[in-house]
């Protein structure tokens, strides 16, 4: 077994996350679904991927220089990963965030030294996205905004990291390959990546329903677009229910032994739909983080406390 060498810090740890054969949730003997965790970055999201590469090209590029603060909206993962890229290089950080967002993401980027400035209580993710560039706008040469839904680098981190991994890690053999729909960094890079490897890929984009409590997905409908987003690269569109995402993160756990966020409940529970419909093939997924930050939500049942 390779031994993984000494790093010289935490970011060294980002990527490279396991490829997990799903076996006892998937119906379909004829179907391998294998699941991306990356509940495995040091942070517990996929979103570690993105923060640490638009840093590195906006130093690259002399856009970002020391003693600016990085700004970012976040429904709490960009925010966390931001928050740790900030800490281990020395930048200041400061996350725009819906007040709605689980205590655990909170508490985590306050640990990391993030200053955390809320929304309306009312206010989403696109609140929080309008304070950044207000914010920004008010000072320019103070902060460098990360803006994860327009930034390229966003879909560069997923089409030379992420989806290079996958082709690696499965040895070519994908030929479905099922995502949710948050910043859409992940899918755009992973599709367009790997529809370049198989011009036979069919891809799914998943969204939560109208009024949803997923937290950091985005319903198209009702949510503005990011300006990365290529629908060009989607074949077909899948919507799912808060019942059916939050039923589905626990059934990872209690059967699967994964335990993760609601997300990935949504997005396991629309690839177990493609697996039910095309009875044979390879489907790659990706689990977007851990379940700890949703400890304090209804998504996991909570015991009696001791008396």
């Not at 679904?33 to 040091?42: D, H």
């Not at 990085?70 to 931001?82: A, D, M, Q, Y």
């Not at 677009?225 to 039923?247: G, H, N, Q």
């Not at 997005?267 to 419909?277: G, P």
Request: charged residues 25%; aromatic residues 6%.
């Amino acid at each position: 077994m390779d031994v993984r060498p000494v790093c010289d810090s935490i970011l060294e740890t980002i990527g490279d996350t396991p490829l997990v054969r799903i076996s006892r949730l998937n119906p379909e003997p004829g179907v391998v679904l294998f699941a991306k965790i990356e509940g495995f970055n040091p942070m517990g999201s996929v979103k570690e991927r993105i923060a640490l590469r638009i840093v590195e090209e906006a130093e690259r590029r002399g856009e970002l220089k020391p003693g600016m603060t990085l700004l970012e909206s976040s429904s709490g993962n960009t925010g966390i990963g931001v928050a740790m890229v900030g800490a281990v290089k020395g930048y200041p950080v400061v996350i725009t965030i819906a007040q709605k967002v689980s205590v655990e993401r909170r508490q985590i980027l306050r640990a990391l030294g993030a200053t955390i400035v809320f929304t309306s209580p009312e206010g989403g993710s696109d609140e929080a996205w309008d304070l950044a560039d207000r914010l920004h706008a008010e000072k320019p040469g103070t902060y460098f905004r990360i803006g994860q839904y327009l930034n390229p680098d966003n879909v560069r981190a997923h089409y030379e990291g992420t989806a290079e991994e996958v082709w690696r890690q499965t040895g070519g053999r994908v030929d479905w390959l099922v995502l949710t729909l948050g910043t859409c960094g992940t899918l755009v890079g992973m599709a367009r990546r790997l529809k370049e490897r198989n011009a036979r890929l069919r891809v799914v984009s998943v969204e939560p329903q109208a009024n949803h409590t997923q937290q950091g997905l985005r319903n198209m409908t009702e949510s503005r677009v990011p300006e990365i987003m290529d629908w060009s690269l989607v074949d077909e569109r899948m919507t799912v229910s808060d019942e059916d995402a939050y039923r589905t993160a626990r059934d990872l756990a209690l059967k699967e032994g994964i335990f993760a966020g609601i997300s990935s409940g949504t997005v396991v529970f629309a690839a177990l739909e493609v697996a039910r419909r095309i009875k044979t093939g390879h489907i790659v997924t990706l689990l977007p983080d851990r379940g700890e930050k949703y400890l304090s939500t209804s998504l996991f049942p909570r015991g009696p406390d001791p008396s």
